[in-house]
């Protein structure tokens, strides 16, 4: 019994999907493929690297996307629906109001949603930065490996 017990928790880690420390992963509602991602199960939220972060009409917020060299990801303005607005501690501790948007993140050939605090993270070396909340959804994260999802990416 001590083995089958034993044999069915290794079994449950290994049926998550493992996660290394940095990743690149796909934005298809975006239009941005193979972005750097750093993978922090100290962070809450997920966050996205942006500049011109302007809220516009009713609920509306338009923003333009960076790498991690503070160069345009996309081509010109991205509009996305506000899901919320927080206040978020950032990693040097200051208290920084966000907007957050929601939108599909492809993980393992796997699409899942995922919400976005849009933030100028312009000394950060990853423009995505990926949370508890979406870990939560049946991932395991080892901080020995690297870029497993992109490598195992349907090319």
Request: net charge positive.
């Amino acid at each position: 019994m001590k083995y089958l017990i034993l044999l069915l928790l290794v079994f449950n880690l290994y049926a998550k999907d493992t996660l290394g420390r940095i990743d690149k992963f796909d934005l298809p509602e975006l239009n941005i493929y193979n972005i750097r991602a750093k993978i922090d199960t100290g962070a809450k939220t997920s966050s996205l690297h942006c500049s011109n972060i302007i809220p516009v009409g009713d609920n509306l917020v338009k923003f333009i996307v960076l790498d991690g060299k503070n160069n345009q990801l996309t081509k010109g303005y991205i509009t996305k629906p506000i899901s919320r607005v927080a206040n978020v501690k950032s990693s040097n501790g200051e208290i920084e109001q966000r907007y957050f948007v929601h939108t599909k993140i492809v993980i393992y050939n796997k699409t899942y949603d995922i919400e976005l605090s849009l933030t100028f993270r312009d000394s950060m070396r990853y423009p995505l930065l990926i949370g508890r909340e979406l870990l939560n959804q049946g991932f395991i994260v080892d901080t020995t490996q690297k870029n497993l999802s992109f490598k195992a990416k349907d090319n």
